[in-house]
């Protein structure tokens, strides 16, 4: 049996704020990263949504913690919105959804990404750190009422962002296609978004902003796959590490993914028909695989990411200190429970090892 659902009404293209009026808000709450408070979107926000009054909350960090999503919630609490806006990352996203979830209130949802990469715009999910550990909180109470796609408000993108979040896209499709839980919608998109990133990330990394809408749109279709067919261990090693060392997360699966491919031997005939719908190639399982993972680690190296910890400035000690505990968080993080094959100690410590690098 197959089930597939998607409750969020995706509007994409320039102009798709226009769509926050369908929201119908007197009373708007935006959350949005700091980085737009001074920027004339919040005013066109409240314009688009047709808003009375809107009270707004700036004060989201990257990888928000569970503090800060409750001082979020006192604000909806107080403010009683009929509509929250999220406007921003992954962190802006989920932590104004974990703000609506904590706070009890029937409040329509909408999620506006100014990265490509989470996905969250379009996923059950809400990721807080909190005691050094990033907590994935996973309920169908998280899923956005509506997301809006506007690849304009992507031309301010740093090279280091487009790498991390568009890394993020390809560990969300990849990991959600060979999932316990994928089936054959899910996977059409998750093959999808491998081919458009593939394809069109070094572009947007060069510059082009020209095919960023469609990068966008891979990073939602990607987001749509793993929120039905679930994650894997590179997403549970990059939780772990992520909340320990803080190191962008895009940036630690572009660190763990090739080595959790090669972990997963069990699935490769999932990655082979992944390569193949993708049209990275291989009639052979065995050379489909290996192409994959080339590609992984070409497009590694072209948008300038680490290849191992050390590289990403953590050294070996460090990590080696760590290892009972990160071996911990990750083997108790909820995306364990959908990798192909189900990780143990062992080979969660055998992928640690092989992405530490050297001092
Ligand atoms: N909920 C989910 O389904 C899900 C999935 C994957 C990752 N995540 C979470 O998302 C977070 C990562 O999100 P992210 O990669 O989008 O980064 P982010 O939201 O942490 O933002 C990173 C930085 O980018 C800046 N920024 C955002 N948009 C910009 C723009 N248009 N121009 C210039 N700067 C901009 C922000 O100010 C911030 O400093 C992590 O906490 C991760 O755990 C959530
Ligand atoms: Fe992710």
Known sequence: MERFSCKTKIISGPGAISALGELKAGRLLLVADPYFAETDLPQRIQKAAGAEAMETFFQVKPDPTAELAAQGTAVVQAFKPDAVVAL??????DCAKAMVYFSGQKVAFAAIPTTSGSGSEVTDFSILTHDGVKHPLVDDALLPDMAILDGDLLATLPKSLIADAGYDILAHALESYVAKNAGVISRALAAEAVEITCRLLPDSFAGDTAVR???????????????QAGLGLCHAMAHALGGRFHIPHG???AILLPAVVEANAAANAHYAQLARAAGIGGAADTVAVRNLKNTLIRLRKELRLPSTLAQ???PPRQVREATDSLV???LADPCCATNPVTPDSAMVRKVLQQVTGIG
């Open 251 to 253: 940036r630690l699966n």
């Open 213 to 227: 809408q469609d990068i966008h749109l891979a990073a939602t279709m990607a987001g749509v796959a793993f929120s």
């Open 312 to 314: 990403a400035g953590i």
């Open 328 to 330: 911990q968080a990750a």
């Open 88 to 93: 921003g990352g992954g962190s802006a996203m």
